[in-house]
């Protein structure tokens, strides 16, 4: 699905319709989550800026429906730091992180605590 078919569809359709298919007789996904797929504008040290692509806010609420599901662990890609002026991809890619992780927690799938 292309990011125009995901918006003209609705973000959130678009994720659970994504949920279906890949969760679907699994028993846990591994989610590899790759800057480019943000706008240019929110993610300047990414090796392939593109212009149009999602925005954070539609981003993060895809992530709290993928990430409300088992998953196996989780990376994000196409992030350097070193060259991050500013630090805007390294905090886009830190949220996406601890939003997923948080996700996890209240879905049962990591513990609250030991």
Known sequence: MAV???VEMGVVEAANAAVEVVF???????????????????VPRTRWPEPGEFLPREVLKMIQII????????EVVECSPPYDNADITSLIATRVICDTLACQVRAGHLPRSK
């Open 67 to 74: 990430g409300a599901e088992k998953l196996a662990g989780i």
């Open 24 to 42: 679907d007789n699994a028993e846990a996904v591994w989610l590899s989550f790759d800057v480019d797929c943000l706008d240019a504008s929110f």
């Open 4 to 6: 125009n078919d995901c």
